[in-house]
């Protein structure tokens, strides 16, 4: 990104503007990148970036990428719970050798109060410090510095948390530290991605259309729903350039000629007594909208918790409201069908023999999205969506349940009257035998992460679906 104009960049992801993926401009993420997520409760929620992860999955089924959550409740730049930010860094990043980092810090650190310059002067200081660290031990870093996500003064009256008596906007607090991320992006030559407006955009519509559905979107005012990360996995990958094209067929049927494809293959049309039919293999798959056809908890539990499995018969109300207000399927989610000069008013799509829905010819000459729609394609997204919830799953069993404990029980003896201060200041390092049998743990975990992480490409892969049109009896 750094051939790219400090001021451009800036005004580009700042304002939330996607690229379109071309040769001039490329998709962010390149085959054989390590991406890890770091931040504290909203990374660790892990609703966004497994958003991100599945988007990578469906729509770039061919590319290489690996991805870490390493995202902690409470965090802040000197760190939290489970350690200071160096043990942080050292324990929780450096070790999986990530070449992008994606940092959403600063809710936590703003102390859900009033703008207080030693409190900014500790972010400050701690931003920088992180920083220098990444890229002593990283040199070819990318560095993507989230806006936090809004305190939601929008649904609700604006106020604090911690002084409820004060007057004023905790999330203009927010945007004053993002403002600072903003100078900072410049002059360090960051890739920034705020992801405060876009959120506050959202909040601001949904409102005027349902109150009691708006203040869902961020309940409690702190933590995005699964719905609300959808915004945030939008905004993060438009800014990467993410296409909004899955694929795009044109047909015509009066003589079965493909007048338009991108990124398909049309062949085999033919039409038998007015019944068009075609096979097509994708290069791609549409997304999968976790929280649409289920509701998934603001926290999932704290063990190998599985997927919610779609029940397709049940919208949530919250997360259509999202999707319609954010414009998703525009932005990021284009599976477009258009088939002109049919003959019968109406027809009934079937892909691999499953009714997908039925349609007038005039909505099929102007184009369908079948991103909407149950197809065998997205059933397929959504085994691949399950497989990458499972893969960061794994990941946080092994992590959370194991290895912090065990930092926990052989370096603070004292545990139950410790002072105050982080948890677990120091690692396993200092006592050999401990370290070796929880990385010996640990190596299992990797192992397993390693064979669901080639399931999820695999699940990935396109294959190849045989459509029909059959014209419905008026």
Not at 144 to 156: G, K, Q, R
Not at 286 to 302: E, V
Not at 461 to 466: S, T
């Given at each position: 990104?750094?051939?790219?104009?400090?001021?451009?960049?800036?005004?580009?992801?700042?304002?939330?503007?996607?690229?379109?993926?071309?040769?001039?401009?490329?998709?962010?993420?390149?085959?054989?990148?390590?991406?890890?997520?770091?931040?504290?409760?909203?990374?660790?929620?892990?609703?966004?970036?497994?958003?991100?992860?599945?988007?990578?999955?469906?729509?770039?089924?061919?590319?290489?990428?690996?991805?870490?959550?390493?995202?902690?409740?409470?965090?802040?730049?000197?760190?939290?719970?489970?350690?200071?930010?160096?043990?942080?860094?050292?324990?929780?990043?450096?070790?999986?050798?990530?070449?992008?980092?994606?940092?959403?810090?600063?809710?936590?650190?703003?102390?859900?109060?009033?703008?207080?310059?030693?409190?900014?002067?500790?972010?400050?200081?701690?931003?920088?410090?992180?920083?220098?660290?990444?890229?002593?031990?990283?040199?070819?870093?990318?560095?993507?510095?989230?806006?936090?996500?809004?305190?939601?003064?929008?649904?609700?009256?604006?106020?604090?948390?911690?002084?409820?008596?004060?007057?004023?906007?905790?999330?203009?607090?927010?945007?004053?530290?993002?403002?600072?991320?903003?100078?900072?992006?410049?002059?360090?030559?960051?890739?920034?991605?705020?992801?405060?407006?876009?959120?506050?955009?959202?909040?601001?519509?949904?409102?005027?259309?349902?109150?009691?559905?708006?203040?869902?979107?961020?309940?409690?005012?702190?933590?995005?729903?699964?719905?609300?990360?959808?915004?945030?996995?939008?905004?993060?990958?438009?800014?990467?350039?993410?296409?909004?094209?899955?694929?795009?067929?044109?047909?015509?049927?009066?003589?079965?000629?493909?007048?338009?494809?991108?990124?398909?293959?049309?062949?085999?049309?033919?039409?038998?007594?007015?019944t068009l039919s075609w096979r097509q293999l994708d290069g791609s798959l549409p997304m999968p909208i976790m929280s649409l056809h289920d509701k998934w908890p603001l926290f999932a539990p704290q063990r190998l918790w599985p997927a919610r499995t779609p029940n397709y018969k049940y919208t949530n109300p919250v997360t259509a409201?999202?999707?319609?207000?954010?414009?998703?399927?525009?932005?990021?989610?284009?599976?477009?069908?258009?088939?002109?000069?049919?003959?019968?008013?109406?027809?009934?799509?079937?892909?691999?023999?499953?009714?997908?829905?039925?349609?007038?010819?005039?909505?099929?000459?102007?184009?369908?999205?079948?991103?909407?729609?149950?197809?065998?394609?997205?059933?397929?997204?959504?085994?691949?969506?399950?497989?990458?919830?499972?893969?960061?799953?794994?990941?946080?069993?092994?992590?959370?349940?194991?290895?912090?404990?065990?930092?926990?029980?052989?370096?603070?003896?004292?545990?139950?009257?410790?002072?105050?201060?982080?948890?677990?200041?120091?690692?396993?390092?200092?006592?050999?035998?401990?370290?070796?049998?929880?990385?010996?743990?640990?190596?299992?975990?990797?192992?397993?992460?390693?064979?669901?992480?080639?399931?999820?490409?695999?699940?990935?892969?396109?294959?190849?679906?045989?459509?029909?049109?059959?014209?419905?009896?008026?």
């Amino acid at each position: 990104m750094k051939n790219i104009s400090g001021l451009a960049m800036l005004m580009l992801v700042i304002l939330g503007v996607g690229r379109i993926a071309t040769a001039a401009n490329p998709f962010f993420l390149k085959n054989g990148d390590r991406v890890c997520f770091y931040g504290y409760s909203i990374t660790a929620q892990r609703y966004y970036t497994t958003d991100v992860e599945t988007y990578i999955l469906t729509h770039y089924p061919k590319l290489k990428v690996k991805f870490v959550n390493s995202g902690i409740g409470g965090d802040r730049v000197t760190g939290g719970w489970a350690g200071p930010i160096d043990l942080r860094l050292k324990r929780d990043v450096f070790p999986f050798k990530p070449n992008v980092i994606v940092y959403l810090l600063g809710q936590n650190d703003a102390g859900y109060k009033p703008y207080s310059k030693p409190t900014f002067d500790i972010y400050r200081r701690g931003l920088a410090h992180i920083l220098r660290s990444l890229r002593s031990h990283l040199p070819n870093v990318r560095i993507v510095l989230i806006n936090s996500t809004p305190w939601d003064d929008f649904t609700h009256p604006p106020g604090f948390m911690l002084n409820r008596k004060a007057k004023g906007s905790y999330n203009d607090v927010l945007i004053r530290y993002g403002q600072y991320n903003q100078q900072l992006a410049k002059r360090d030559h960051l890739f920034l991605v705020d992801f405060n407006a876009p959120l506050v955009a959202v909040l601001k519509k949904a409102v005027k259309v349902n109150l009691k559905l708006a203040r869902m979107i961020i309940p409690g005012r702190i933590h995005p729903s699964a719905a609300g990360h959808l915004v945030m996995a939008q905004t993060l990958l438009k800014a990467w350039g993410a296409p909004a094209i899955v694929t795009s067929v044109g047909i015509n049927a009066a003589d079965k000629h493909v007048g338009k494809s991108v990124n398909t293959t049309v062949s085999a049309i033919a039409d038998t007594r007015g019944t068009l039919s075609w096979r097509q293999l994708d290069g791609s798959l549409p997304m999968p909208i976790m929280s649409l056809h289920d509701k998934w908890p603001l926290f999932a539990p704290q063990r190998l918790w599985p997927a919610r499995t779609p029940n397709y018969k049940y919208t949530n109300p919250v997360t259509a409201l999202v999707i319609k207000e954010c414009g998703f399927y525009h932005a990021l989610d284009r599976e477009t069908l258009r088939v002109t000069h049919l003959s019968a008013p109406k027809y009934q799509l079937r892909i691999d023999g499953r009714a997908v829905g039925t349609f007038s010819s005039t909505d099929l000459a102007h184009g369908i999205n079948l991103a909407r729609f149950v197809t065998p394609m997205m059933t397929q997204a959504y085994r691949v969506l399950a497989l990458a919830w499972q893969r960061t799953e794994v990941r946080f069993t092994g992590w959370q349940q194991v290895q912090l404990p065990m930092a926990n029980i052989f370096h603070r003896p004292t545990f139950f009257h410790a002072p105050r201060g982080p948890i677990f200041p120091v690692d396993t390092e200092s006592n050999p035998a401990a370290h070796a049998a929880v990385q010996k743990i640990m190596r299992g975990f990797s192992a397993l992460e390693r064979v669901v992480a080639h399931a999820e490409r695999q699940a990935a892969q396109p294959v190849p679906h045989h459509y029909t049109l059959v014209p419905m009896n008026s």
